[in-house]
C-alpha cells in the first residue's frame, strides 16, 4: 500500500510538473503578447501624436528663456545661455553680444561643432546699415545650438553660465525637441 501511493506520489509530481511547464509557457507567450500589443497601442499613439511647429520663436534674454509660440499660445519654453557679454545689442563681430530684433530661422545643421545648430537670419538690414554707420563689420553665423560636441567644461557650466561668441544655446535634450518643433523661415523676435 505504502508503494502504490509513492507510485501515485510520482506519477502525480510528474503529471503537475508537465502540466506547470505548459502554464509556465503559456504563461511567458501571453506575456510576450500581452507585451507585443502594448507596443503596437503606444507606437500607434505616438503615430497619431502630430508634433506642433511653432508660429514664432520669442527669446527674452534677461529672463534667460526662449519660448516656442503658436496661435499666441506658448507650447514649450526653454532655459537658454547667450554671448559672454549679454546685456545690449549686438554691434558689430566679436562683441560677445547676441543680437536684438527680428530675424528668421535659416538654415540648419545636424552635424555642427555643437549638437545641432539653427542659424539665425542676422544681420538684418537695419543691422547692416548700424554697422555701416560706425564703419564696424557686423559679424553674422548667429545660431541657435545644443552644447559643445567636444565640451571643455562640466554641463552644469554650460546650463548656468552666458558662454558662447554671440548665439543662443540650450542643452542637448532641449535642442532636440526645439529642432522638432521650427522649420526654415520661422521668425524669431528676440528681446533685451
Known sequence: VIRAKTDISIKQTSNITGWGSAVSTAGVLGCIAATVVIIVACTQNLLATEIEFADVVIVKKAERRIYLVTDQQVLKSFSISLGLMP?????????????????????????????????????NRRDEERAARLGVSPGGRIMIHGQPNKPRYSKVYYRNYDWTDGCIALSNTDMMDFWQMTSADTPIHIFP
Do not use: A, H, V
Open 87 to 123: 546685456d545690449g545689442e549686438k554691434i558689430q563681430e566679436g562683441d560677445f553680444k547676441t543680437p536684438e530684433g527680428r530675424y528668421e530661422l535659416t538654415e540648419r545643421n545636424g552635424d555642427s561643432d555643437f549638437f545641432r545648430s539653427i542659424q539665425i537670419s542676422y544681420p
